[in-house]
């Protein structure tokens, strides 16, 4: 069965739009900051809940080293907002900062409502080929 789940999720990915990628990144980082969330009190999910925040730093990072910086500000906007939620999580993990760990699913869950409504946007202009120009094809 999870053979097919993963078959699944591979060709979801691999036949996505750019916009629907930029979802799927913040889509990832949100669950895994919630289920990181959810073991912070207990000691004893220390390890679970560091998995959780390494998803969360890697779908950050797929989302900043995507980001085409020669487009304007609002690419260098995000790029120093993924920066700085990438050193909140660093926060997190050290310090055990749970309020950092909170700020940073609030940004992700702004972000990803405010993805969504471009990338509808410039289905609705475009069709269905989404180019956002803020982010690398």
Do not use: P
Not at 62 to 67: G, K, N, S
Not at 77 to 100: A, F, G, I, P, W
């Amino acid at each position: 069965m999870k053979q097919g789940y993963n078959a699944y999720k591979t060709a979801n990915v691999e036949t996505a739009d750019q916009g629907r990628l930029i979802l799927i990144a913040y889509d990832i980082a949100i669950m895994n900051c919630k289920l990181a969330l959810e073991k912070f009190d207990d000691r004893h999910l220390l390890e679970e809940r560091t998995k959780h925040i390494f998803k969360v730093q890697d779908a950050l990072t797929e989302l900043l080293t995507a980001l085409k910086l020669d487009v304007g500000d609002i690419a260098r906007n995000l790029y120093n907002l993924y920066d700085y939620m990438l050193r909140c999580l660093v926060e997190v993990s050290v310090k055990h900062n749970k309020e950092k760990l909170t700020e940073v699913l609030g940004y992700l869950e702004s972000l990803r409502e405010a993805w969504a409504v471009a990338v509808q946007k410039t289905k609705m202009e475009n069709g269905s080929d989404v180019k956002l120009n803020t982010m690398a094809v």
